[in-house]
Protein backbone atom coordinates (compact mmCIF):
# COMPACT_ATOMS: atom_id res chain seq x y z
CA UNK A 1 0.00 0.00 0.00
CA UNK A 2 1.55 3.43 -1.10
CA UNK A 3 0.77 5.94 1.29
CA UNK A 4 2.32 8.88 -0.42
CA UNK A 5 2.04 9.09 -3.77
CA UNK A 6 4.15 11.23 -6.18
CA UNK A 7 4.29 12.82 -9.42
CA UNK A 8 5.63 13.08 -12.58
CA UNK A 9 8.55 10.20 -12.77
CA UNK A 10 10.82 12.60 -14.49
CA UNK A 11 10.36 16.28 -15.79
CA UNK A 12 12.63 17.72 -18.38
CA UNK A 13 12.39 21.50 -17.45
CA UNK A 14 14.78 24.52 -18.98
CA UNK A 15 17.35 26.86 -17.16
CA UNK A 16 15.43 29.50 -15.09
CA UNK A 17 11.87 27.59 -15.62
CA UNK A 18 9.78 26.37 -12.83
CA UNK A 19 10.32 23.00 -11.61
CA UNK A 20 7.17 21.03 -9.93
CA UNK A 21 6.57 18.10 -8.22
CA UNK A 22 3.85 17.12 -6.67
CA UNK A 23 2.80 14.44 -3.63
CA UNK A 24 -0.58 12.97 -2.47
CA UNK A 25 -0.82 11.23 1.06
CA UNK A 26 -3.42 8.98 2.40
CA UNK A 27 -2.68 8.92 6.37
CA UNK A 28 -3.79 11.92 8.55
CA UNK A 29 -2.18 11.29 11.31
CA UNK A 30 0.93 12.65 9.05
CA UNK A 31 2.41 15.30 10.69
CA UNK A 32 5.69 16.10 8.79
CA UNK A 33 6.26 16.51 5.55
CA UNK A 34 10.10 16.99 4.02
CA UNK A 35 11.68 17.17 0.55
CA UNK A 36 14.53 15.53 -0.06
CA UNK A 37 17.43 15.62 -3.06
CA UNK A 38 19.76 12.75 -3.92
CA UNK A 39 22.29 12.67 -6.57
CA UNK A 40 23.57 9.65 -8.02
CA UNK A 41 25.94 7.78 -5.37
CA UNK A 42 24.83 9.71 -2.24
CA UNK A 43 22.08 9.56 -0.01
CA UNK A 44 19.24 11.66 0.00
CA UNK A 45 19.85 15.22 1.93
CA UNK A 46 16.75 17.53 3.55
CA UNK A 47 15.76 19.96 1.14
CA UNK A 48 13.25 21.54 2.77
CA UNK A 49 10.04 20.58 5.14
CA UNK A 50 6.61 21.82 6.11
CA UNK A 51 4.14 21.18 9.04
CA UNK A 52 0.55 21.06 8.31
CA UNK A 53 -0.27 24.07 10.55
CA UNK A 54 0.94 25.95 7.01
CA UNK A 55 0.09 26.75 3.87
CA UNK A 56 3.28 27.68 2.16
CA UNK A 57 7.02 27.59 3.21
CA UNK A 58 10.10 29.19 1.12
CA UNK A 59 13.74 29.02 1.71
CA UNK A 60 15.54 30.48 -1.32
CA UNK A 61 14.39 29.05 -4.21
CA UNK A 62 12.37 26.11 -3.25
CA UNK A 63 8.95 26.85 -1.92
CA UNK A 64 6.42 24.06 -0.35
CA UNK A 65 2.69 24.63 -1.09
CA UNK A 66 0.94 22.62 1.38
CA UNK A 67 -3.28 21.84 1.32
CA UNK A 68 -5.25 19.64 3.86
CA UNK A 69 -7.86 19.61 3.10
CA UNK A 70 -6.97 18.12 -0.31
CA UNK A 71 -3.93 16.18 1.36
CA UNK A 72 -1.94 17.26 -1.45
CA UNK A 73 1.72 19.12 -0.79
CA UNK A 74 3.67 20.29 -3.62
CA UNK A 75 7.45 21.43 -4.07
CA UNK A 76 8.10 24.28 -6.52
CA UNK A 77 11.96 25.05 -7.67
CA UNK A 78 12.24 28.96 -9.30
CA UNK A 79 14.64 29.54 -11.27
CA UNK A 80 15.94 26.24 -12.15
CA UNK A 81 19.33 25.44 -12.56
CA UNK A 82 21.29 22.75 -14.00
CA UNK A 83 23.14 21.92 -11.02
CA UNK A 84 19.34 21.26 -9.59
CA UNK A 85 19.39 18.34 -12.04
CA UNK A 86 18.48 15.27 -9.36
CA UNK A 87 15.94 12.85 -7.98
CA UNK A 88 13.56 14.44 -5.75
CA UNK A 89 11.51 12.30 -3.06
CA UNK A 90 8.99 13.71 -0.66
CA UNK A 91 7.70 11.89 2.33
CA UNK A 92 5.95 11.96 5.49
CA UNK A 93 6.12 11.07 9.36
CA UNK A 94 3.60 10.67 11.83
CA UNK A 95 5.32 11.72 15.00
CA UNK A 96 8.74 13.84 15.84
CA UNK A 97 10.89 10.41 15.77
CA UNK A 98 8.60 7.98 13.23
CA UNK A 99 10.14 6.28 10.35
CA UNK A 100 9.89 8.29 6.72
CA UNK A 101 7.56 7.03 4.27
CA UNK A 102 8.76 8.20 0.86
CA UNK A 103 7.17 8.39 -2.34
CA UNK A 104 8.56 6.96 -5.36
CA UNK A 105 10.95 9.99 -6.22
CA UNK A 106 10.63 12.61 -9.69
CA UNK A 107 14.06 12.53 -11.65
CA UNK A 108 14.73 16.32 -12.82
CA UNK A 109 16.96 17.23 -15.70
CA UNK A 110 17.57 20.69 -16.05
CA UNK A 111 18.69 21.90 -19.39
CA UNK A 112 21.14 24.42 -19.61
CA UNK B 1 33.08 14.76 8.68
CA UNK B 2 31.08 14.39 11.45
CA UNK B 3 28.09 13.59 8.90
CA UNK B 4 26.57 9.76 9.42
CA UNK B 5 28.78 7.42 7.44
CA UNK B 6 28.54 4.07 6.58
CA UNK B 7 30.86 1.34 5.57
CA UNK B 8 31.91 -0.46 3.06
CA UNK B 9 30.26 1.74 0.43
CA UNK B 10 30.03 -0.93 -2.07
CA UNK B 11 29.71 -4.71 -1.12
CA UNK B 12 29.59 -7.37 -4.27
CA UNK B 13 28.73 -10.85 -2.77
CA UNK B 14 27.46 -14.54 -3.71
CA UNK B 15 24.13 -15.71 -3.50
CA UNK B 16 23.79 -17.77 -0.09
CA UNK B 17 26.90 -15.91 1.58
CA UNK B 18 26.27 -13.23 4.72
CA UNK B 19 26.80 -10.43 4.52
CA UNK B 20 27.21 -7.11 7.30
CA UNK B 21 27.42 -3.25 7.06
CA UNK B 22 27.90 -0.46 9.59
CA UNK B 23 27.03 2.76 9.98
CA UNK B 24 28.52 5.34 12.29
CA UNK B 25 25.76 8.14 13.37
CA UNK B 26 26.34 11.90 14.20
CA UNK B 27 27.75 12.03 18.00
CA UNK B 28 24.85 12.39 20.78
CA UNK B 29 22.40 11.14 17.85
CA UNK B 30 19.69 8.78 19.93
CA UNK B 31 17.82 7.59 16.48
CA UNK B 32 19.21 5.57 14.12
CA UNK B 33 17.40 4.37 11.63
CA UNK B 34 18.09 1.64 8.63
CA UNK B 35 16.37 2.19 4.67
CA UNK B 36 16.45 -0.20 1.63
CA UNK B 37 16.52 2.04 -2.24
CA UNK B 38 15.63 0.08 -5.08
CA UNK B 39 16.47 1.54 -8.08
CA UNK B 40 13.80 3.93 -9.27
CA UNK B 41 12.49 3.83 -6.15
CA UNK B 42 12.11 5.58 -2.43
CA UNK B 43 13.75 4.60 0.14
CA UNK B 44 11.38 2.24 2.48
CA UNK B 45 12.01 1.81 6.38
CA UNK B 46 13.70 -1.35 7.99
CA UNK B 47 13.93 -1.04 11.63
CA UNK B 48 14.70 1.95 14.15
CA UNK B 49 16.79 2.42 17.48
CA UNK B 50 16.32 4.52 19.99
CA UNK B 51 19.48 4.34 22.00
CA UNK B 52 20.32 0.87 21.86
CA UNK B 53 16.55 -0.56 22.04
CA UNK B 54 14.78 -1.90 18.80
CA UNK B 55 12.43 -0.35 18.42
CA UNK B 56 10.06 -1.23 15.46
CA UNK B 57 10.70 -3.59 12.77
CA UNK B 58 8.95 -3.43 9.27
CA UNK B 59 7.22 -6.41 7.60
CA UNK B 60 9.86 -6.36 5.25
CA UNK B 61 12.65 -7.26 7.38
CA UNK B 62 13.16 -10.77 6.92
CA UNK B 63 14.28 -13.44 9.16
CA UNK B 64 17.54 -13.45 7.40
CA UNK B 65 17.76 -9.41 8.54
CA UNK B 66 19.02 -8.62 11.81
CA UNK B 67 20.27 -5.42 13.03
CA UNK B 68 21.88 -3.99 16.41
CA UNK B 69 23.52 -1.02 18.05
CA UNK B 70 25.00 -2.93 21.25
CA UNK B 71 25.96 0.36 23.05
CA UNK B 72 23.57 2.85 21.40
CA UNK B 73 26.30 4.59 19.14
CA UNK B 74 27.30 2.73 15.76
CA UNK B 75 24.56 0.03 14.03
CA UNK B 76 25.46 -3.06 11.97
CA UNK B 77 22.89 -5.00 9.97
CA UNK B 78 23.40 -8.58 8.65
CA UNK B 79 21.97 -10.48 5.96
CA UNK B 80 22.30 -13.98 6.46
CA UNK B 81 21.83 -16.47 3.08
CA UNK B 82 22.00 -13.26 0.80
CA UNK B 83 19.24 -13.36 -2.21
CA UNK B 84 19.63 -11.67 -5.36
CA UNK B 85 16.40 -9.89 -4.36
CA UNK B 86 18.10 -8.66 -1.85
CA UNK B 87 20.40 -6.32 -4.10
CA UNK B 88 19.96 -2.80 -3.20
CA UNK B 89 20.94 0.19 -1.57
CA UNK B 90 21.07 0.12 2.09
CA UNK B 91 21.15 3.53 3.86
CA UNK B 92 21.47 4.69 7.42
CA UNK B 93 19.97 7.92 8.78
CA UNK B 94 20.43 9.49 12.52
CA UNK B 95 18.36 11.70 14.23
CA UNK B 96 18.48 14.15 17.57
CA UNK B 97 14.93 13.50 19.25
CA UNK B 98 15.27 16.53 21.60
CA UNK B 99 15.69 19.11 18.95
CA UNK B 100 15.00 18.35 15.58
CA UNK B 101 12.55 16.74 12.95
CA UNK B 102 15.46 15.73 10.69
CA UNK B 103 16.48 12.57 9.86
CA UNK B 104 20.59 12.63 7.98
CA UNK B 105 21.00 9.79 5.49
CA UNK B 106 24.72 8.60 4.82
CA UNK B 107 26.03 7.80 2.14
CA UNK B 108 24.48 4.44 1.59
CA UNK B 109 25.92 0.95 1.12
CA UNK B 110 25.23 -0.39 -2.72
CA UNK B 111 24.62 -4.25 -2.03
CA UNK B 112 25.15 -6.62 -5.40
CA UNK B 113 23.87 -10.38 -4.88
CA UNK B 114 25.20 -11.95 -7.92
Known amino acids: QQQVKQSPQSLIVQKGGISIINCAYENTAFDYFPWYQQFPGKGPALLIAIRPDVSEKKEGRFTISFNKSAKQFSLHIMDSQPGDSATYFC???????????FGTGTRLAVRP | DTGVSQDPRHKITKRGQNVTFRCDPISEHNRLYWYRQTLGQGPEFLTY????????KSRLLSDRFSAERPKGSFSTLEIQRTEQGDSAMYLC????????????FGPGTRLTVT
Open chain 1, 91 to 101: AARKSSGDKLT
Open chain 2, 93 to 104: ASQRLADSHEQY
Open chain 2, 49 to 56: FQNEAQLE
